[in-house]
C-alpha cells in the first residue's frame, strides 16, 4: 500500500536514516522518533508532553487510516504511553505527526532526540451508512458493565 512521506526537516530525515520499514519482517508498525530540537525532554509523573515525529504522511488508497500505538517496551518498562490510548492520524490530515505521551509511571522519564516512542500502524476504516431505527432484540440487551457475570 503506497503512502507518501515528506519528512519536515533534514534532521528529521536524519533521524531516519535507516529508514522507515518496521524493525522486524513480521512486525507491523513503523517506530516514530522524537523529533526534538534539544537533546533530552523530561516528562514529570502524570504530565502529558507533545513529541513531534519529523514525519507528514499521506495513505494513497481510499479507506486507510495512520494509527499510533505505544511501544511496548516504553509502556510496560517506563510507563511511557500514547495519551489517548490510541492516536488517529485521518487520511486527509497532512500536518507533522505529534505523538502525545503520557508518563503513568511515578518517577520522571526522560526522552532523548531520535529515541522511539511510538508505533504507527496503518490500518483499513469501514465508514458506517447510519440508518436511524430499532435494534434488535439480543441476549445482552442494554445491560452495563458486568451484565455479562463476567
Known amino acids: 500500500m503506497p503512502v507518501r512521506v515528506e519528512f519536515v526537516s533534514a534532521e528529521a530525515?536524519?533521524?531516519?536514516?535507516?529508514?522507515?520499514?518496521?524493525?522486524?519482517?513480521?512486525?507491523?508498525?513503523?517506530?516514530?522518533?522524537?523529533?526534538?530540537?534539544?537533546?533530552?525532554?523530561?516528562?514529570?509523573?502524570?504530565?502529558?508532553?507533545?513529541?513531534?515525529?519529523?514525519?507528514?504522511?499521506?495513505?494513497?488508497?481510499?479507506?486507510?487510516?495512520?494509527?499510533l500505538y505505544s511501544r511496548s517496551g516504553l509502556g510496560a518498562r517506563d510507563g511511557l504511553v500514547v495519551a489517548q490510548g490510541v492516536g488517529v492520524i485521518d487520511p486527509d490530515y497532512t500536518g507533522e505527526i505529534i505523538i502525545m505521551l503520557l508518563n503513568t509511571s511515578t518517577e520522571p522519564r526522560r526522552i532523548r532526540r531520535g529515541e522511539r516512542v511510538a508505533q504507527l500502524v496503518f490500518q483499513p476504516v469501514v465508514m458506517p451508512q447510519w440508518q436511524e431505527g430499532p435494534l434488535s432484540a439480543t441476549d445482552r440487551g442494554s445491560g452495563g458493565f458486568g451484565h455479562t457475570g463476567a
Not at 55 to 62: A, E, I, K, W
Open 13 to 67: 530525515r536524519a533521524l531516519y536514516a535507516d529508514g522507515l520499514s518496521p524493525a522486524t519482517s513480521h512486525s507491523v508498525g513503523t517506530d516514530l522518533r522524537a523529533c526534538f530540537d534539544e537533546d533530552v525532554r523530561e516528562i514529570l509523573p502524570g504530565e502529558r508532553l507533545p513529541v513531534p515525529s519529523g514525519l507528514r504522511v499521506q495513505p494513497q488508497s481510499p479507506g486507510i487510516a495512520g494509527f
